[in-house]
């Protein structure tokens, strides 16, 4: 989840669609004590084809604070699009009138990142419980919840288009790059020997220096430092070690090194432990700080996402600062609560 942050509002050729939910959050006091980073979800509602709900924070977003937070959640399926939306918040009085409001002045994006944004500091706890706002009425608040996605998939009409629509056609005309391609024969040729040897948990490798460095910003510092210092000690030996990964791991980087993609293969020879290989994989990309790859190990470990192990997935995306498994975790979690 995020806060609120503002993005650029470069969607101006787009129609919004607009949507609004009101809920009440019912018998309000026993909603205190819950705990902070704990939620209250609305009902579901429908927004552009999307499907939404709103978290209520009644213990703050954060431990300690002051303040309730609202929150606004969009469910992400793979094949949905990513989203750009504005959202408001507002407090009602019992006659409907509103008390209080917050909305953000630009839009975010719901995407497979962040697919939850929302206030943090919304309202104080006094203020929300005090006569002054005058929205808490029989142990109940009622709020409204608005969301204007900007980029719907209806457009105004331009009927003589313009020179990016030209400029994307020509782009969609061109031929897909076969760099990768192309680099991969030929280093297979053999024509450029390895230059680099590692020995892992006993198991040894080779790799090409300069192809580690290109794809992973720890071998970079590792074997060229920054500038002219910090290169990696052992940097020339005849086989550097490698420790705190496994063999079968270290091998899964450098297919992906090489290969700009997982290895199916390895990954398939672990049987019925797919789950755990692929952690390994998740550790050994955040070890050597291949960021694509650990996102693309995080959206595989969403698979395994259950009763009995999104504890355990939970404290490895927060031990390695995985926002998005983090995420699909805590939003697995919240369906769960009655």
């Not at 391609?181 to 230059?195: H, M, Q, V, Y």
């Not at 990964?245 to 797919?274: C, K, M, N």
């Not at 997935?313 to 998005?324: D, F, P, T, Y």
């Amino acid at each position: 989840m995020g806060c609120c942050l503002s993005a650029p509002d470069d969607d101006d050729e787009l129609d919004p669609v607009s949507g609004t939910h009101q809920f009440t959050i019912r018998q309000y006091s026993q909603t205190k004590g819950i705990g902070s980073g704990k939620s209250i979800l609305s009902r579901y509602f429908t927004v552009d084809g999307r499907t939404w709900y709103a978290r209520f924070y009644p213990d703050g977003y954060t431990p300690n604070s002051v303040f309730v937070a609202f929150y606004v959640q969009t469910l992400y399926k793979p094949h949905c699009r990513a989203v750009r939306a504005r959202f408001a918040f507002e407090l009602l009085k019992p006659d409907g009138t509103v008390a209080y409001s917050r909305r953000t002045d630009r839009p975010v994006s719901f995407d497979r990142y962040c697919n939850c944004w929302g206030f943090r500091v919304f309202v104080t706890r006094d203020a929300l419980e005090g006569a002054g706002l005058g929205v808490l009425h029989n142990d109940s608040i009622k709020v409204r919840c608005t969301i204007d996605v900007v980029n719907s998939r209806r457009r105004r009409n331009n009927p003589g288009g313009d020179g990016r629509n030209r400029a994307g056609a020509a782009a969609a005309m061109a031929p897909q790059s076969d760099f990768a391609s192309n680099t991969l024969r030929f280093l297979k040729s053999g024509r450029a020997p390895c230059d680099m040897r590692f020995s892992v948990g006993g198991a040894a490798f080779e790799a090409h220096g300069l192809v580690l460095a290109a794809q992973s910003e720890w071998f970079a510092a590792a074997l060229y430092g920054h500038g002219e210092e910090g290169r990696w000690a052992e940097a020339g030996m005849p086989c550097i070690t490698i420790s705190d990964t496994t063999p079968e791991a270290f091998q899964g980087v450098l297919h992906y090194i090489y290969h700009d993609e997982l290895p199916e293969e390895l990954i398939s020879r672990a049987g019925g432990d797919e789950a755990a290989m692929t952690r390994e994989l998740f550790e050994a990309a955040d070890m050597f700080l291949i960021e694509r790859m650990k996102s693309m190990c995080a959206r595989r470990l969403r698979r395994f996402i259950k009763e009995d192990t999104v504890r355990g997935i939970l404290e490895l995306a927060q031990a390695h600062s995985c926002k998005e498994l983090e995420q699909a975790c805590q939003t697995y979690l919240g369906r769960r609560r009655p």
